[in-house]
């Protein structure tokens, strides 16, 4: 694998043993790379948990990381991505893992670059190394993906989290539906009731409101969000018994998901997180063993 910028790239085969290897990783760790390779994170919005646990990933895996700050680059003075990287790749990098507000970015980069590029979100696009880490929490939970079924709720137009995972759950076998009101659904068929969906799911996936995509103002209040489109203290009790709660973060805490549930024992989402660190492993060694 030369980059990874999609969900849509990766065949079942090829998912499976990105999530083998992260289980690897997880169990026995594993230095792969000390000092060979020399790698950026260019992060052009916000992050913590993408930004951070590719760091750690990383610093595993032993690779150099040359820091870049966003907002002391020469972007700010107008120079483009693509010169960016083409000044980054001058310089001597082998990978740079880019965050970016606009869709696509990555199609000025691949095939112009010999830097490999690793998409850590573009827009409302994709957001591969998020979908990979859902996956594996996922199969770590069920040892399996055929026939579950897995409910996503919340902001879906804006969501490169629900896009990616919408792309690789459904090419596993998983039965993926969606809840939101009717004006976030963008490309996707999706319900506005809980009640349609909450009983049946084995995977309950709340989104954080993306108001900083948003053209107009929002209708809703907090209250009135949590309360009909959240998932509710009293509707985690329709919950079968062994489905799990996750949210990719950050969390608006009391609008999509009640407080009391983020550590409640159907959540796994500080395991998402810590699972973020061994599938960032995975697919940087995926990537950069091929330039041995
Ligand atoms: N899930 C996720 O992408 O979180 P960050 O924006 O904190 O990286």
């Known amino acids: 694998m030369e980059h990874l910028v999609s969900m849509k790239q990766l065949s079942e085969e090829g998912i499976m043993a990105l999530l083998e290897r992260a289980e690897i990783f997880k169990k026995y760790g594993g230095r792969e790379f000390p000092g060979k390779f020399q790698v950026a994170n260019l992060f052009f919005e916000p992050s913590t948990r993408t930004k951070m646990s590719f760091e750690m990933a990383e610093r595993k895996l032993g690779l150099d990381i040359l820091p870049f700050e966003s907002s002391f680059s020469s972007t700010l003075k107008g120079e483009t991505l693509y010169d960016t990287v083409k000044t980054l790749e001058a310089i001597g990098m082998d990978a740079l893992v880019i965050r970016h507000p606009y869709n696509g970015f990555y199609k000025e980069l691949v095939g112009r670059t010999s830097v490999s590029i690793i998409n850590a979100g573009d827009g409302s696009g994709q957001h591969p190394t998020q979908s990979l880490l ?159």
């Not at 939101?180 to 989104?207: H, I, K, Q, R």
């Not at 959240?230 to 950050?250: F, N």
């Not at 549930?261 to 950069?288: D, H, T, W």
Request: charged share 25%; aromatic share 8%; net charge negative.
């Open 134 to 292: 859902d996956l594996f929490t996922i199969w770590e939970e069920f040892g399996t993906f055929k026939g579950l079924n897995i409910l996503i709720a919340g902001d879906i137009a804006h969501s490169r989290v629900a896009r990616s995972n919408a792309d690789s759950l459904t090419k596993l076998g998983a039965n993926v539906r969606f809840l939101c009101p009717a004006e976030w659904a963008g490309e996707f068929d999706s319900v506005d009731n809980w009640d349609e969906v909450l009983e049946t799911s084995d995977v309950v996936m709340l989104l954080r409101v993306q108001h900083e995509r948003h053209e107009s103002h929002d209708v809703f209040t907090e209250s009135s969000y949590h309360e009909q489109y959240g998932l509710t203290v009293e509707r985690s009790k329709q919950m079968k018994d062994r489905a799990i709660i996750m949210h990719p973060g950050p969390v608006n805490r009391g609008v999509e998901i009640a407080e009391s549930l983020i550590e409640s024992p159907k959540s796994r989402i500080f395991k998402q997180i810590e699972n973020g660190v061994y599938v960032r492993m995975a697919v940087l060694e995926a990537i950069l063993k091929g330039r041995n």
